[in-house]
């Protein structure tokens, strides 16, 4: 009797219950490619990876509670026998920089063709690394131009460009941060030379253009009309 080829294992990660079904739905056309599970955050995820242990995480890059990226930091540290795909509408080059350098080997498209995905996650599991040429150029540009300039902030710079972003006044960031307003004013020099800007304003595009996708965990939960106004101005 001939063994039956084992199947390769998926566990399909995103916070959408109609994205999971029709990507579900898809891999049903492989009759090697197997969906163990579903997770809709990102404690499932590590509950789940730890008790399927799949040959393959398929990873949204919006998931709920946990950023993605120590996601899969975790899963390279723990679970070095899953590989995750990164399954994504979001194509900005920070997410890809940091998936990249977080150890996944593959940043997709949520548009890709099934067949396309299929052979992706057969690759995968095989050991192949789906990083085209055009992605590591574009992970290497954001590196060495808004990811060096995010690394030169301190964590106090960090919060008075939220405040900034926010619309708060000199004033207003000093008693929220419990500092003066000649020290508010020294760590706004600081931040402007370290992001190359000349004022205000331009600090705060240069945050909504760079860091957009993540304005929630990097600039707050709270934004003001002051980032709508900035937001329509650099569309």
Request: a negative charge; aromatic letters at 6%.
């Amino acid at each position: 009797m001939i063994p039956t080829q084992k199947k390769i294992t998926v566990l399909l990660a995103d916070d959408h219950p109609s994205m999971r079904a029709g990507i579900k739905e898809l891999l049903h056309q492989a009759d090697d490619i197997e969906v163990v599970g579903e997770a809709s955050n990102g404690q499932e995820v590590f509950e789940l990876v730890e008790k399927l242990k799949p040959n393959i995480l398929l990873l949204d890059l919006m998931m709920p509670e946990t950023r993605p990226a120590e996601i899969e930091k975790w899963v390279r540290q723990n679970y070095p026998e899953t590989v995750t795909l990164v399954l994504t509408s979001h194509d900005r080059d920070h997410y890809l920089a940091q998936m990249m350098d977080a150890g996944a080997v593959g940043y997709l498209d949520k548009k890709i063709e099934s067949n396309q995905l299929i052979d992706a996650i057969r690759r995968a599991v095989h050991g192949e690394i789906l990083f085209d040429n055009e992605q590591y150029l574009r992970a290497k540009n954001w590196k060495e131009g808004v990811g060096n300039k995010i690394n030169q902030l301190t964590i106090k710079e960090i919060e008075v460009l939220r405040l900034l972003a926010e619309g708060t006044s000199n004033e207003e960031i000093s008693a929220k941060l419990g500092i003066s307003v000649k020290t508010v004013s020294f760590h706004l020099t600081n931040i402007f030379s370290k992001l190359d800007v000349k004022s205000r304003q331009e600090a705060t595009i240069w945050a909504v253009r760079n860091l957009s996708d993540n304005l929630g965990k990097f600039l707050g939960k709270r934004l003001g009309i002051f980032l709508v106004v900035i937001w329509v101005e650099i569309l």
